[in-house]
C-alpha cells in the first residue's frame, strides 16, 4: 500500500497515525527525537502488522535535523506517498515577556518544517502523478491563542494554498484541524486542562480516522465532530473583534491553553 512518513510519530496523533496506517498495510518511516519509544514503535508495528518500518531519530527543530528528513523524502528508494506532517509543541508562555529562543524553535517545528518538508514531498510525488500531504492544524487557527493560533494558522493556509497548486496532478494536500484531544501534548506542555469537560474532548482514534478519510476522498480541510465543525463555522462569521476577546489574557488565564 505504499510508504508514509509521519513526524512526531512517538506519541498522541502521531501514534495513531502509526498504528492505523500500519494496519492499513502501509510501510512507515517513523520520525521523532525520541529513539527508545520510536524504536519500541517500530518493533511493535513490525511484529502486528508485518509492515517495513524506518526510524529517524531528530530534532524537528534544528535545520540540519529536518534535511535530513527532506532528503528521505526525496529519496526514490521505498518513495514516500504520504506525508503526515504532526509534530507540534505549544511555546507554553506568552508572547510578551517570553524568551525568543523558546518562540523560534515552535516556529521552525510549526512553521519552517512543515514547509520544508511539504516542498520535498510534493516534487517526486508529483513526478509520479499520485500522493497526499497532511498537515496537522488545530481549531485554534481560527482565534488568537498567542503564536500557538499564529502558526496553527499558517498551516492551515498554507495547505490550502498548496491544494490549489496541485490540482490536476494527482496529488493532494489536506489539513486537519481537531479540537482538544485526548492525548500527552498538554501535559508535556505542562498546561493544566482539568477545567474542560469531557464532552469538550476528543479520542486520537476517531480524529485521525476522520483525517485519514478525508484524505482517500481528496477533502481539502478535515475538522472532526460535528461539535467542532459547528464551532469552527461561528468561529468564521463571528466579528473578529469577538474572537480577539476570547483570546485576551483574562479569557486565556481562565482556559489555560491551545485546542488541538
Not at 11 to 19: D, N, S
Not at 39 to 60: C, F, K, N, P, W
Not at 77 to 86: A, D, K, S, Y
Not at 125 to 154: D, E, F
Request: aromatic fraction near 4%; proline fraction near 3%.
Amino acid at each position: 500500500m505504499g510508504t508514509a512518513l509521519i513526524t512526531g510519530a512517538a506519541a498522541g496523533l502521531g501514534l495513531e497515525f502509526a498504528w492505523q496506517l500500519a494496519t492499513a498495510r502501509h510501510d512507515l518511516v517513523l520520525v521523532d527525537r525520541d529513539f527508545e519509544r520510536l524504536e519500541r514503535l517500530a518493533g511493535q508495528l513490525h511484529a502486528v502488522a508485518g509492515i517495513h518500518t524506518e526510524i529517524l531519530v531528530v530534532d524537528l527543530s534544528v535545520r540540519h535535523d529536518v534535511e535530513r528528513v527532506a532528503e528521505r523524502l526525496r529519496s526514490t528508494e521505498r518513495p514516500v506517498g504520504l506525508l503526515v506532517n504532526n509534530a507540534g509543541a505549544a511555546p507554553g508562555q506568552r508572547f510578551v515577556g517570553g524568551d525568543p529562543v523558546r518562540e523560534e524553535a515552535v516556529f521552525d517545528l510549526m512553521v519552517r518544517c512543515v514547509l520544508v518538508l511539504s516542498h520535498a514531498a510534493v516534487g517526486h510525488m508529483t513526478a509520479r502523478g499520485r500522493g497526499a500531504i497532511l498537515n496537522v492544524a488545530s481549531v485554534a487557527a481560527l482565534i488568537t491563542l498567542g503564536t500557538y493560533s499564529a502558526h496553527k494558522a499558517w498551516v492551515r493556509t498554507f495547505t490550502e494554498g498548496l491544494a490549489v497548486e496541485l490540482r490536476g496532478t494527482g496529488v493532494t494536500a489536506t489539513v486537519v484541524c481537531p479540537g482538544f484531544v485526548h492525548t500527552e501534548f498538554h501535559e508535556r506542555a505542562g498546561i493544566d486542562m482539568t477545567w474542560l469537560p469531557e464532552i469538550a474532548w476528543l479520542h486520537a482514534d476517531d480524529v485521525v480516522g476522520t483525517a485519514l478519510a478525508d484524505v482517500r476522498r481528496g477533502a481539502v480541510i478535515s475538522t472532526p465532530s460535528m461539535r467542532y465543525r459547528l464551532g469552527s463555522g461561528a468561529a468564521r462569521v463571528m466579528p473578529r473583534s469577538v474572537v480577539r476577546a476570547m483570546g485576551s489574557p483574562r479569557s486565556r488565564a481562565r482556559s489555560r491553553g491551545p485546542a488541538g
